[in-house]
């Protein structure tokens, strides 16, 4: 298994088909620099780096103020972008506006991953339309391609108190949260076919199969295990 935290090494790169186009945008919710790259706040970036390596992407570039990266997924070798917005988390339906009026792609063709402090940790579940439920990336999502994008939302938990939600989803997660964050990453990898054919539900289902979400004590609080 890729370690998410030292990913070791990689396939060679997938080179897409003279001219091929791009179909699917996925995008992660994140912070950049070093400062940001472990925190909860940052899951949607692990996980594309897990799939950048998993699927042997090509190497990261930048360009639309993100870091993207071209490759292929799925047996119909789906034509796929990868993108970091590197706008800062609240900003980031900037950065993908650009992407998406550059390969003349809608709404419902971008994916976003991201951490949801309203699922339970390991939780998984996708979602298509409504509001953003305070999540200020999302707001930013929706007010720049409208309401129609697809999301990949990420159960990181709830500090048990809303003053603690900055500093909780801007820590990094803890060993703890390892145990489970990492198999869920491999298994949204070894799932993403199905995401990639418009499957959204067979994708959950199968993601949660193989990662089923840690059972914990309801009394217990997450900041506990930092």
Request: proline share 1%; hydrophobic share 40%; no cysteine.
């Given at each position: 298994m890729l370690s998410l935290f030292g990913l070791g090494t990689q396939p060679s790169p997938a080179r897409l088909d003279e001219g091929g186009d791009v179909m699917l945008i996925l995008s992660?919710?994140?912070?950049?620099g070093?400062?940001?790259?472990?925190?909860?706040?940052?899951?949607?970036?692990?996980?594309?780096?897990?799939?950048?390596?998993?699927?042997?992407?090509q190497p990261w570039r930048s360009k639309f103020e993100s870091e993207i990266a071209e490759g292929s997924i799925g047996p119909d070798r789906t034509k796929v972008l990868l993108v970091k917005p590197?706008?800062?988390?609240?900003?980031?339906?900037?950065?993908?506006?650009?992407?998406?009026q550059?390969?003349?792609?809608?709404?419902?063709?971008?994916?976003?991953?991201?951490?949801?402090?309203?699922?339970?940790p390991g939780r998984?579940?996708?979602?298509?339309?409504?509001?953003?439920?305070?999540?200020?990336?999302?707001?930013?999502?929706?007010?720049?391609?409208g309401p129609d994008i697809r999301r990949v939302r990420i159960g990181v938990g709830h500090p048990g108190d809303k003053t603690k939600v900055m500093p909780y989803v801007l820590s990094d997660f803890s060993k703890a949260d390892l145990e489970w964050f990492e198999p869920l990453t491999k298994a949204i990898a070894d799932a993403l076919p199905f995401l990639a054919e418009g499957n959204d539900e067979r994708f959950q289902t199968e993601v949660m199969r193989l990662a089923p979400a840690p059972k914990r004590d309801p009394k217990q609080r997450n900041s506990s295990e930092d």
């Open positions: 992660g919710q994140g912070n950049p070093d400062k940001y790259a472990k925190n909860r706040h940052n899951a949607g970036f692990l996980v594309l780096d897990h799939i950048h390596a998993a699927f042997g992407f590197q706008t800062f988390y609240n900003e980031t339906g900037r950065a993908l506006s650009k992407v998406t550059f390969y003349k792609l809608g709404a419902e063709d971008v994916v976003v991953l991201h951490d949801e402090i309203d699922l339970a998984l579940r996708m979602k298509q339309g409504g509001g953003h439920s305070g999540n200020n990336g999302i707001r930013s999502m929706i007010a720049h391609l």
